[in-house]
């Protein structure tokens, strides 16, 4: 498909102004104060793989090819120009947010960093004994000199450039020296009791004990600076399909490289002479505009940490107890009550629990035969994991469909798919050049047809369809749904792409599911052109679409169309959208709106209103090349009226309804929040809380 004549917006541009809403977070005075230091730490963790894998896939095109056009109709080099500008203008709005409103806030709550300049004589003497307890065994400064070369420091270490005067024991002149910090070492430090007087809390930061002590590394020589810097690179793998025989041993020989990639961005401390940033620049192959002086730590995702060292609940959101659904109350198992009926859970604001407890279940039911399961991201301890072991101990016929190429996850799945296989599991990796990203569990079981039939048996299925990973404390932080059911349609389309990942063979017709990378763009683009048919009609024609992402220019143009025929379209973005919306004649009838909240939305959900019978899916799967063409998704139908109901409003109606929480899109792609004179704030995610949770 030509997509050079559909308007589109820049895709990295986007990334960047999901951020800036993000870090609105921050800056909002009415969300609890350790909450804000956590935005600025996840605007920091955001950017660091926007980095490692936008920015870096750019550089590469801006050295091949700078004058290709791109989607949005600008070139790479002018188009690199641009997010540059506007990353280096959110690198500097985040540090002066953290330094002038956030650290002095903490600081009039009791909260205290302490640095070296204000340390009484005992606080010195105790850091200096931490320094050489703690750090001197684990630092290793290099000279440099022609023996000891300029370091390939490895990707977003913390590293201390040190600045010397004199001569050492060989005589030899001292000038430059690097220490790498070991990612074993703490960059935040709790002081002991002792030194915190009423009610404080304090802290020294990694980087105040090197600037105190460094010059206890070099004997002798003279110390006339310690800078802070850190290196950021391509953290993308490469994997040859044409020449891969083994998944597993390919990314097994990919990961080690991983940190020593090309360099793409230097974060350094703003104090830093310039002719030794230009050195760093220079040995990182580097321009001055991958450069980003910073005033404070050049690594804030480490102060994530802090709230967690806290006990201060007034400056933390209230916790919320996941509500454990009352359907499985009176139940005897988990699949007397699935049979009954399908059951949403709506996480987090209910319990991911009954999917853990159908795992266990199943892990221990003599009638339970065998268990199939995708797996995406679990983290490194997973109960999930742990009940599928325990299936395959218990002799039932466990498959895993793991995959291995899971961003930054990939160590941790080859881990576990270890772990599988050592007791008997059959692990799969999927398809090579499709990542697997469906969320699927399907458990068969051997049930008495009746009481009064005995002996005579059958094999009925059981599902768990989500939005997200199976990672419980993701539940805790995410918006998803997921679907328990035992629909023997549903079910057996599951069966179906199960067959496909492990074994071969052509793809076979689905009754009721989507699926990448076959049918579910071919059924996104039929409904959005049936909305269209009715909307020429005369007929009350309705699309809404929660995601995380919109990109693909196909879908895009059918929106445009369909905005164009009258068709009213509600759009539900997170994070990045390359269309544009409320441009005239185009795409007047498009609004799109992004929920920056206290939980990260993150289900996907489709909803058309055809003529009355309201379809609506939910998906893992957001409108992206990726997800449509390169991955194994599923998309299912919601089809019991009450569970449709449920979906239709907490899923996307109360966040259309959201007045406080709301952020519109302009046509050029700026985003302004809503700012409403209601006399009825209506917060979606509060208001869920409320409701759901009672």
Known sequence: MNTSSIPLLNREIGLLEFNSRVLAQAQNSEIP??????????????????FEIRMAGLKAQLIESPNKVLEDGSTIEASYDQITAFAHALVAKKYELLLQSILPALAT???????PPNWSPKLHQWAKDFFYREMVPLLTPIALDPAHPFPRVINKSLNFLIALEGKDSFGR?????????????????????????????????????????????????KTTGCYQFRVTRNSDLFVSEDDITDLRSALQGELPTRHLGEAVRLEISANTPDKLVERILIESNLQESDCYRVNGPVNLVRLAQIPELIDRPDLKFIPAKPQYPAVFINEESIFDAISKQDILL?????????????????????????????????????????????????????????????????????????????VGAHVIYGVVGHKCHAKMLLIVRREMVSSR?????????????????????????????????????ITADMHQVFQQLTGTGKQMALSRLWQSPFTMQDEIIKHIRSETRAAKAGKKAH????????????????????????V??????????????????LSENIKVRSIIGRFLEHHRIYYFYANGQ?????????WMDRNLYRRVEIAFPILEPGIKARVIFEGLKALLQDNQAAWLMESEGHYHKIKSKSKYPFVAQLELLKMIQG
């Open 33 to 50: 104060l350790l909450e804000r230091l956590r935005y600025v730490s996840i605007v920091s963790s955001n950017m660091d793989e926007f």
């Open 109 to 115: 709550e009791k909260v205290i960093f302490k640095y």
């Open 173 to 221: 002149s001292a000038s430059l020296a690097v220490v790498q910090a070991p990612r074993s070492l703490a960059r935040v430090v709790r002081l002991p009791k002792q030194f915190e007087a009423n009610g404080e809390t304090c802290f020294i930061l990694l980087s105040s004990f090197m600037q105190a002590f460094v010059n206890e590394l070099f004997p002798g020589i």
């Open 346 to 422: 709506h996480h987090p604001y209910e319990s991911f629990e009954p999917v853990l407890e159908l795992l266990r279940q199943a892990a221990k039911d003599p009638q339970v035969l065998a268990i199939k399961q995708t797996v995406y991201r679990t983290g490194d301890e997973s109960l999930v994991m742990d009940a599928l072991m325990e299936a395959a101990r218990n002799g039932k016929e466990v498959t895993v469909v793991v995959e291995l190429l899971a961003r930054f996850d990939e160590q941790t799945n080859m881990q576990w798919a270890s772990k599988l296989e050592a």
């Open 453 to 489: 039939t005995k002996g005579k048996f059958i094999l009925k299925r059981y599902a768990h369809l989500g939005t997200g990973n199976y990672h419980p404390r993701t539940a805790k932080l995410y918006t998803d749904f997921g679907l328990l059911t035992a629909d023997p349609q």
């Open 543 to 566: 699309i809404i679409a929660k995601m995380n992402a919109l990109l693909e220019p196909s879908v895009i143009q059918e929106l445009y169309r369909a905005s164009q025929a009258g």
């Open 568 to 585: 009213k379209i509600d759009l539900i973005i997170r994070g990045v959208c390359a269309l544009m919306p409320g441009v005239v004649g």
């Open 614 to 622: 309201e379809k609506v899916y939910l998906s893992s799967a957001d």
